[in-house]
């Protein structure tokens, strides 16, 4: 009881301050909603359907705008894209407002998550979606895998006008960030289409699959290519190793992340830059939320 006062305080607070007509009455029915079981609702987000008209797919996104969005009407913002929205659209909404809570740290931003397609699981999505081939991983060899181009052809053609269109963006300042499979993606998207965002963040990414094919399409790319217009960070944790730990993974994924950044490094593109770090006692679950704020902090921090 003592717990669900202090929230009906908070909350009649937070309407007094924001609709002080009407805050008593939107805060008895927030409180009799919230006792009646309903779902927890994330305020300030919206929810947009942008279905897949090439592969028939119903796919959402989910958008939170910066504070200042709508008293600056005449800003344009840079938009972070984020894969694997239903876990990671919330954490990055939080760390965003958390680390500027003492000052800007990190620059405002319009964030997007990408959702995975209505009526399929995660795993079914995210496996087909995310991976550049259809060789998928054994353990996994039933699923369908290797639609990630189709996929990225409908950011392109679908999401990114979508996006553009209702919000007042920076189209030059456009980040996609992707954590494990959508590291994978990330990194397709940049040795296919790098001009789609200006920043790829690759956080503990999936760069074993298929016999490491992501290697081979970074090397088709340097075969035909002078540069590489990019800003690049990518992050891992330290368990990411083969070990006894439970922790530990059956591939060296950190080995995989500091090839890639060696050979990207070796081109000597004028207009690439590669960061990465690798974050002690994390493993492949744990590291997603430190990750994500060394990923803010690196690819959109705050303008002087």
């Given at each position: 009881?003592?717990?669900?006062?202090?929230?009906?305080?908070?909350?009649?607070?937070?309407?007094?301050?924001?609709?002080?007509?009407?805050?008593d009455a939107?805060?008895?029915?927030?409180?009799?909603?919230?006792?009646?079981?309903?779902?927890?609702?994330?305020?300030?987000?919206?929810?947009?359907?942008?279905?897949?008209?090439a592969s028939?797919?119903?796919?959402?996104?989910?958008?939170?705008?910066?504070?200042?969005?709508?008293?600056?009407?005449?800003?344009?913002?840079?938009?972070?894209?984020?894969?694997?929205?239903?876990?990671?659209?919330?954490?990055?909404?939080?760390?965003?407002?958390?680390?500027?809570?003492?000052g800007p740290?990190?620059?405002?931003?319009?964030?997007?998550?990408?959702?995975?397609?209505?009526?399929?699981?995660?795993?079914?999505?995210?496996?087909?979606?995310?991976?550049?081939?259809?060789?998928?991983?054994?353990?996994?060899?039933?699923?369908?895998?290797?639609?990630?181009?189709?996929?990225?052809?409908?950011?392109?053609?679908?999401?990114?006008?979508?996006?553009?269109?209702?919000?007042?963006?920076?189209?030059?300042?456009?980040?996609?960030?992707?954590?494990?499979?959508?590291?994978?993606?990330?990194?397709?998207?940049?040795?296919?289409?790098?001009?789609?965002?200006?920043?790829?963040?690759?956080?503990?990414?999936?760069?074993?699959?298929?016999?490491?094919?992501?290697?081979?399409?970074?090397?088709?790319?340097?075969?035909?290519?002078?540069?590489?217009?990019?800003?690049?960070?990518?992050?891992?944790?330290?368990?990411?190793?083969?070990?006894?730990?439970?922790?530990?993974?059956?591939?060296?994924?950190?080995?995989?992340?500091?090839?890639?950044?060696?050979?990207?490094?070796?081109?000597?593109?004028?207009?690439?830059?590669?960061?990465?770090?690798?974050?002690?006692?994390?493993?492949?679950?744990?590291?997603?939320?430190?990750?994500?704020?060394?990923?803010?902090?690196?690819?959109?921090?705050?303008?002087?």
């Amino acid at each position: 009881m003592r717990a669900f006062g202090l929230v009906a305080v908070l909350v009649t607070g937070l309407l007094v301050s924001a609709c002080s007509n009407q805050a008593d009455a939107q805060a008895t029915q927030l409180q009799s909603a919230s006792a009646d079981g309903s779902p927890y609702v994330l305020q300030g987000t919206q929810v947009w359907a942008v279905p897949d008209p090439a592969s028939g797919r119903d796919y959402e996104i989910f958008v939170s705008l910066p504070a200042s969005y709508a008293t600056s009407p005449n800003r344009r913002y840079p938009v972070l894209y984020v894969t694997d929205a239903d876990y990671a659209f919330p954490i990055i909404r939080q760390i965003a407002r958390r680390v500027n809570l003492n000052g800007p740290v990190v620059e405002e931003f319009i964030l997007v998550g990408l959702s995975y397609s209505k009526g399929d699981s995660p795993i079914v999505s995210r496996n087909r979606d995310y991976t550049p081939t259809p060789n998928g991983p054994r353990n996994a060899s039933s699923m369908l895998h290797g639609e990630g181009p189709a996929y990225q052809t409908y950011l392109k053609t679908q999401v990114l006008p979508f996006v553009e269109e209702r919000f007042r963006t920076d189209p030059a300042h456009r980040v996609l960030l992707g954590h494990s499979y959508g590291g994978l993606l990330g990194a397709q998207i940049m040795f296919t289409d790098p001009g789609l965002f200006r920043a790829y963040v690759m956080g503990s990414p999936s760069f074993w699959f298929d016999k490491r094919h992501i290697m081979t399409m970074e090397a088709a790319y340097a075969r035909t290519h002078r540069d590489l217009a990019a800003d690049v960070f990518m992050y891992i944790g330290a368990y990411e190793v083969p070990g006894d730990s439970e922790r530990n993974t059956d591939v060296d994924m950190v080995g995989d992340l500091r090839s890639m950044e060696r050979v990207l490094t070796s081109r000597d593109y004028p207009n690439l830059r590669v960061r990465s770090t690798v974050l002690e006692d994390e493993d492949h679950l744990t590291v997603a939320p430190v990750g994500f704020t060394r990923a803010l902090m690196a690819v959109l921090p705050a303008q002087p």
